[in-house]
């Protein structure tokens, strides 16, 4: 009987009131959820962390869960169980995910059918929790909003962590000219080495004219921008005609001259996956297992967490030195 009451229950990260990192609680008596119609439930091997989860967390962000929840989106694992109607999965199938229900930072996680894919060999778990936000993000800023094209020109800005190593590498993929920025000489090499033709190094003071000047007079068609409060207004100036800024992450208000878009005839878009219809979610997972299966999508891990350390993990996404890759929890 102690057997069967043990595994009834997991740990998980639960939030019971908005804040700094410290109000992210590892419990270990939570019920392991059940999966119900067009639902599976997943042994969770990794969690990737991303930014905006510090953001709801903090309470600052539009979207506000229920309290108390369980944080976390991109999970990788293995299908435990599976709920009426689901035909695409089994017991035992490797899978990852976009979102979940019940929250990734778990031993288990309850997610809809239709936000899982299945989980190609090639790749291990922790890539695979690397997968979800940060490629789909990517996928939905170039092309779905972006309308970017073989042959235009890609800045990324910030492109040594999760979302911008997948932009990077899907950009290659697709015929773009690629250029990033990281904040360390480590960070500028894993962009070269992911896709980027061109690094440059965002710390330094001059890095914009070191952009222009590599661009020459055309400027850059596309800027995906993880980091607008800061960057936005120096975006418009590296613009080319007609080109867009993707807005991907902003921590914070900015100040900017509308003329700068006027004078290009420029367009500033922002991006949400949540956003995104299934047609849209459907066409990013094609894409990107295609990626997998192709060879160019090879996710990179960057800093790993046991679930014990989720509150070092939310302190270093935000304070960290330099971005190197996709941060993982692992259960």
């Not at 992210?24 to 990794?46: F, M, N, R, Y």
């Not at 690094?199 to 070191?210: G, P, Q, S, V």
């Not at 878009?269 to 160019?296: K, P, Q, Y």
Request: with cysteine; proline share 4%; net charge neutral.
């Amino acid at each position: 009987i102690a057997m069967a009451a043990t595994r009834s229950v997991m740990r998980a990260v639960r939030v019971f009131e908005f804040g700094g990192p410290e109000v992210l609680k590892l419990q270990s008596d939570v019920l392991i959820p059940h999966p119900k119609e067009d639902q599976v439930l997943i042994k969770v091997h990794a969690c990737g962390v991303n930014p905006v989860e510090t953001y709801i967390r903090s309470g600052n962000y539009a979207r506000k869960p229920a309290l108390p929840y369980t944080p976390g989106s991109d999970v990788a694992g293995v299908i435990e169980g599976v709920g009426e109607h689901v035909t695409a999965f089994k017991k035992g199938d490797r899978v990852f995910t976009i979102s979940t229900i019940s929250g990734g930072y778990a031993d288990y996680a309850v997610a809809a059918a239709n936000r899982v894919f299945p989980l190609s060999d090639k790749l291990d778990f922790r890539q695979g929790a690397a997968i979800g936000i940060p490629y789909f993000t990517a996928y939905r800023a170039l092309f779905q909003k972006g309308r970017a094209k073989a042959g235009e020109s890609v800045l990324v800005h910030g492109a040594s962590g999760g979302v911008g190593i997948a932009t990077c590498q899907i950009a290659r993929a697709r015929g773009l000219k690629v250029l990033g920025t990281a904040g360390t000489e480590e960070g500028m090499n894993m962009v070269l080495r992911n896709g980027a033709h061109q690094a440059f190094n965002h710390r330094e003071a001059n890095y914009i004219d070191k952009i222009k000047e590599y661009m020459g007079t055309e400027g850059v068609d596309i800027i995906i921008e993880m980091l607008s409060n800061v960057n936005l207004a120096a975006d418009l100036q590296l613009l080319s005609y007609a080109g867009r800024v993707m807005v991907v992450g902003c921590r914070g208000p900015i100040e900017i001259n509308p003329r700068d878009t006027m004078s290009k005839e420029s367009s500033i878009i922002g991006v949400s996956l949540f956003l995104a219809t299934e047609e849209e979610r459907s066409e990013c997972a094609t894409a990107l297992l295609d990626g997998v299966e192709a060879g160019w999508l090879k996710p990179i891990v960057g800093s790993e967490y046991p679930l014990e350390k989720v509150v070092k993990a939310h302190e270093d996404i935000i304070h960290s030195s330099g971005a190197r890759g996709k941060m993982v929890l692992l259960p």
